[in-house]
T-cell receptor, first 113, second 115 residues
């Protein structure tokens, strides 16, 4: 069965610095998607970035980028120039053509002013 | 109205009460989901509806009863709940359960406290 592991329950970073959140997953599939979702306090969960497994190029969205290592089954999120508004729970998720969306337990990101 | 809207945002109920959570999406999606979110745990999928038909029930206790009258509305009826049912209940929608990229659009959640 597929699993998603986020080994960092909490991370903190100084404003304007860079932080990397870790995610590993386990699957026997070759075609799948990986996601990072952000859930700010008392606000709705939103998609931050998406990676398609068949694409070797790492996805980027402005200050957010991923390091996708398919062989190692690793999918980390890098946030550059951290801002106070980046404070949130971040969830890594896996989706494949079996329509199973598997979630990690989340990482709480704290931004220090 | 935009996105996915959930009401109420907060709900406190006794174990003998009956209440309902409501979710409405204005995205034209065909699939809707109920998730349970507890602290420090992965999101737990409860129910999935695709084109108004329930396609998944992940061994959810019968004290939770979903209803999907149309593709835009989803309810979760609650009765004789237990204190361990206290959690944030998230509604989400997607274009179609069987297509697309798996991206979900979430509501802000209903914080449920069972006394």
């Amino acid at each position: 069965a597929q699993t998603v592991t986020q080994s960092q329950p909490e991370m903190s970073v100084q404003e304007a610095e860079t932080v990397t959140l870790s995610c590993t997953y386990d699957t026997s599939e070759s075609d799948y998607y990986l996601f990072w979702y952000k859930q700010p306090p008392s606000r709705q969960m939103i998609l931050v970035i998406r990676q398609e497994a068949y694409k070797q190029q790492n996805a980027t969205e402005n200050r957010f980028s991923v390091n996708f290592q398919k062989a190692a089954k690793s999918f980390s999120l890098k946030i550059s120039d951290s801002q106070l508004g980046d404070a949130a729970m971040y969830f890594c998720a896996y989706w494949d053509r079996n329509y199973q969306l598997i979630w990690g337990a989340g990482t709480k990101l704290i931004i220090k002013p | 109205e935009t996105g996915v809207t959930q009401t109420p945002r907060h709900l406190v109920m006794g174990m003998t009460n009956k209440k309902s959570l409501k979710c409405e999406q204005h995205l034209g999606h065909n699939a809707m989901y109920w998730y349970k979110q507890s602290a420090k745990k992965p999101l737990e999928l409860m129910f999935v509806y695709n084109f108004k038909e329930q396609t998944e029930n992940n061994s959810v206790p019968s004290r939770f009863s979903p209803e999907c009258p149309n593709s835009s509305h989803l309810f979760l009826h609650l009765h004789t709940l237990q204190p361990e049912d206290s959690a944030l209940y998230l509604c989400a929608s997607s274009q179609d359960r069987g297509q697309g990229t798996g991206e979900l659009f979430f509501g802000e959640g209903s914080r449920l406290t069972v006394l």
